[in-house]
C-alpha cells in the first residue's frame, strides 16, 4: 500500500486545451490491462524532454532524441509491460514501427512521433499488439482521459500518479496537468520512470527547454527509492500555447516565474507520489541537508542516506539504529567534513552532535518518530549556506519479493 498516497480524483485532472489522450487494451505482455498510450499534441505545440543518462538507454530514448532533432513533436506514444531494453538493432526497428503506425493513425510524420517505453529489460518488444491497439487510442481520443492514461503507463505501481494546478497568466487562466509512474529502479540521473506534463501556456522554445531542467532538477533528481537509474527515464512536457496570453519568452519575468513555480510544484508533487508508491515502501522520508557548502556536497550526503541499505531497512523496522545515519553522511565522500560541528534530527528530536549521541536523546524518542509514516531527517553540516532536499523511502520485506516476483 502506497504511504499516505490515493489515488487521483479524475474530477479533479484538468483538461489541457490542444490535448487529447487515448489508451487500449493491447496486450503487450498481459491481458485486460491499460498498456497503450496514445497522446496527441496540437500542431504548434512546444515540447522538451529530458532522459535517463544511463548508457544502456533504451531504443525508444534513443529514437525520441532523433526525433525532436528532426521535426516538431505532435504525438506521443507510451507502452508497458516491456521496456524495449538491451533490445538491439531489433529494438530500434520496433521502436520506428510504433512511430510510423502512430503517425498513419494521426495524419502525420513519423518524426512528429515520440516513443516511451516502460517495462521488464532484455526482452523483444512485438509490433503486432501496437498495431492493432494504437487504432484503439487514436479513436479514443480525447481532452478528459488523464486518469486512464495515467492508469495505462503503470507497471509495478500501485496507485496511478495525475495532479493537475490552475494558475494566472496576465490574469489568463492556464491549466497544467502531468501523470507519471514508477515505484522501482528509482534514482533518476535525467541529464523505470516515466513523467509526462502538459499545460496550454504560450512559452518560448528556449524559455521551456530551460523550465524542464529547472523542474527536472527539483523533483525527479532529488528521489530515490532503491538508488538504481533506469534505462528508460524520461520527462516530456508540451506546451499547447491555447491559453491566449502573451507569450513568455524568459523565465525572469513575473509570468515566467509564476509558471515555473507552478511546473515545479506539480512535477514534485508527482516525484514524491512515485517515491510513496516506491515497491513495498511503509515509510515516506525527506531528507533535508543544510549548511553546506554547495548544493552539491549536501546532495551527495543526502543520497548517501537514501541510498543506504542498512539506514533504510532500519526505519522499516522503526528502529532507531541511528549511528547508519551518521556511518553514511562520513562516507558521503564530502572529505573535510569536521564531524564535531554536525547535527542531525528527526523530525524534532536532536539525535546527535558534537560528533555523539545528544544529551538529551532517549531511544524512546527516536522510536516515536520512526513509527511515523512520514518522517524528516535534518542535518546541519556547519560549513556554508548550500541546502538541499531529497526524498525517498524504507526497503520492506515486499520490495524484495515484489522484484523476485516481477516477471512472474
Request: charged fraction near 25%.
Amino acid at each position: 500500500m502506497a504511504v499516505g498516497l490515493s489515488p487521483p480524483d479524475p474530477a479533479a485532472l484538468l483538461p489541457v486545451p490542444g490535448v487529447r489522450l487515448g489508451v487500449a487494451e493491447a496486450g503487450i505482455r498481459k491481458a485486460n490491462r491499460k498498456d497503450l498510450l496514445l497522446v496527441e499534441l496540437a500542431e504548434g505545440s512546444r515540447v522538451a524532454a529530458v532522459y535517463t543518462r544511463n548508457r544502456f538507454c533504451a531504443a525508444p530514448v534513443l529514437v525520441g532524441r532523433e526525433h525532436r532533432a528532426r521535426a516538431p513533436t505532435r504525438a506521443w506514444l507510451v507502452n508497458t509491460g516491456i521496456a524495449n531494453a538491451g533490445t538491439g538493432d531489433a529494438g530500434l526497428a520496433v521502436a520506428r514501427a510504433s512511430c510510423a503506425v502512430t503517425a498513419r493513425a494521426l495524419g502525420i510524420r513519423p518524426e512528429q512521433v515520440l516513443p516511451f517505453s516502460t517495462g521488464v529489460i532484455l526482452e523483444p518488444l512485438p509490433i503486432e499488439p501496437i498495431e492493432r491497439g494504437v487504432p484503439v487510442c487514436a479513436a479514443n481520443l480525447a481532452p478528459d482521459r488523464w486518469a486512464d492514461a495515467a492508469q495505462a503507463i503503470m507497471t509495478t505501481d500501485t496507485v496511478p500518479k495525475a495532479a493537475s494546478r490552475r494558475i494566472a497568466i496576465a490574469g489568463v487562466p492556464v491549466t497544467l496537468t502531468g501523470i507519471a509512474k514508477g515505484a522501482g529502479m528509482i534514482r533518476p540521473d535525467m541529464a523505470t520512470l516515466l513523467a509526462f506534463l502538459c499545460t496550454d501556456a504560450d512559452i518560448a522554445q528556449p524559455a521551456l527547454d530551460e523550465l524542464i531542467r529547472i523542474a527536472v532538477d527539483e523533483s525527479f533528481n532529488a528521489i530515490s527509492v532503491d538508488g538504481d537509474t533506469s534505462t528508460n527515464d524520461s520527462f516530456v512536457m508540451a506546451a499547447t500555447a491555447r491559453a491566449g496570453h502573451s507569450r513568455i519568452d524568459t523565465l525572469d519575468s513575473a509570468d515566467g516565474r509564476a509558471l515555473s513555480a507552478a511546473v515545479v510544484d506539480l512535477a514534485r508533487e508527482l516525484a514524491c507520489a512515485i517515491v510513496r508508491d516506491g515497491e513495498g515502501a511503509t515509510k515516506f522520508i525527506t531528507i533535508d541537508v543544510g549548511g553546506g557548502r554547495s548544493r552539491e556536497e549536501c546532495r551527495k550526503v543526502a543520497y548517501a542516506i537514501a541510498h543506504s541499505p542498512l539506514v533504510k531497512t532500519a526505519f522499516f523496522a522503526s528502529d532507531p539504529n541511528l549511528g547508519r545515519i551518521l556511518c553514511a553522511i562520513g562516507y558521503a565522500g564530502v572529505d573535510d567534513l569536521d564531524v564535531q560541528s554536525i547535527r542531525l534530527w528527526l523530525d524534532d528530536v536532536l539525535v546527535a552532535e558534537h560528533g555523539g549521541r545528544a544529551a538529551a536523546y532517549t531511544e524512546a524518542e527516536g522510536q516515536r518518530v520512526m513509527r511515523a509514516e512520514d518522517i524528516t531527517i535534518r542535518i546541519d553540516l556547519a560549513r556554508g549556506p548550500a541546502q538541499a532536499t531529497v526524498w525517498t523511502c524504507d526497503l520492506s520485506y515486499d520490495y524484495v519479493k515484489i522484484n523476485a516476483e516481477y516477471r512472474s
